[in-house]
């Protein structure tokens, strides 16, 4: 594992990531719920209310959790800058953001304005903490890498998802004449292209070679991707503006941002088929799965001149595989390798006692096991949702996988931090 660029005196406490992973899978579980009490096949339309409401308990609940926790790691320890008062910052996000997120969902759910009325004040507050204490962090960094890069557009990206999206929030609560469709493809343009691709694009500079033992990415590929990338969305958002722009132009714009998102992918699995270690992994499989998703979404995304009847369930297509495939894939991998990392690296800080002790090795904080079991099922769950806009019982699938996903992984971070409280009680002994 390489960790010789890391900045291990920087860390943050371990109980702030901590606090957001533990809360996060609980999301996973009230979306699997949701789309069950509701009747009928709620992928039918990716539109209606109730899958809305779904969605955000996947991406703000489940997703931006997870991300914010791991930022808050990342920015001291990666980039050599820890955020001011992390302690108050973790706070003023993580509260809002649960209070905020369960709001606008029941919101949604429940056509209730009054619930959204109260929720994007709370996203906004919880947001605007975060990217603020983020933006300081990358502000003052010595460090000049692509990891810092992507991170930054990363939270450019957020700041306009997250502004738009409370645009959308009081719009349908207040019945304001706004232009919905531009703001929401706006909105999800930039939450998904822009703050979860790159973001996992700059954390992946990092985590491929330590974690998976490759070489490093290409500079080449290093130093220009997450530009690229970031320059594409904002292309793809100019030709909102004009009232009708060329169909041509704006299919050029999305092929170029799938062309540098496959990019990135095909250059990952070329990387990992040079690690060192060929021993299966279930992390890595997560990462291969999710990669593969991330070409798959490209290819119904682009499909769509070829066959323009099936141009709505193809996007369907590439926003499931996309959402579940992608970003669900990778985000779990990761959280299955930094919450054992945290947790040794943070008992090995001990010293000399925590090596009397005996600190437990990484693959023996989460059992490997458990993570295999957690991969066949998320394996499952993706195929049931590229058949679930069809298929009443794959929906029931999709459904349940997200629910049981949300429970392996709380059972997974909750094993972590039971570990870690264990073995600190035997080093405080030590220690007395």
Known sequence: MKIASLSPDQSPPIELPLRFFVVAPVFLVLAGLLLAIIGGNPFADLRSPTQIAATHHVTL?????????AIQQLLPVVIG????????????????????????????????????????????????????????????????????T??????????GAVAFGMLLAAGYANGLA???????????????????????????????????????????????????????LLLNLALLAPESAPYWTEFAAKAIFWLLAGCFAVATFMLQNKRRRRV???????FRLGMASLLLAALFSLATPLAPAMSEPLGVLSAL???????LSIIQGMLYKIIPFLVWFHLFRGGINAVKVGIPNMKEIIPEHWMWRHLWL???????????PWSLAAAWLVMIGLLLQGMLMCYGVITGITVYRRTFQKIEQAQA
Do not use: C
């Open 280 to 286: 299966p992994d279930a992390t890595l499989s997560f």
């Open 321 to 327: 595989s996309f959402l579940l495939g992608f970003a």
């Open 150 to 159: 992507a991170l930054l557009l990363s939270i450019l990206s957020l700041a």
């Open 61 to 69: 609940g489940f997703m931006a959790m997870i991300m914010a926790g």
């Open 378 to 388: 998320h394996g499952g769950t993706l195929l049931a949702a590229l058949l679930a």
């Open 81 to 148: 800058s820890p955020m001011p008062a992390p302690r108050l910052v973790a706070w003023l996000t993580f509260l809002p953001l649960i209070a905020g997120t369960l709001l606008l969902s029941a919101g949604f759910a429940l056509g209730e304005p009054a619930l959204l009325n109260l929720s994007w004040p709370l996203l906004g507050l919880a947001f605007l903490v975060f990217i603020t204490a983020s933006l300081i962090s990358l502000t003052r960094a010595s460090a000049k890498n692509a990891t810092k």
């Open 178 to 232: 706004l232009p919905y469709g531009k703001l929401a493809t706006a909105h999800i343009t930039l939450a998904l292209g822009g703050w979860v691709l790159l973001l996992i694009v700059g954390v992946s500079y990092q985590v491929v070679p330590m974690f998976q033992l490759t070489p490093n990415y290409p500079k080449w590929i290093a130093a220009g991707l997450a530009p690229a990338i970031f320059a594409a």
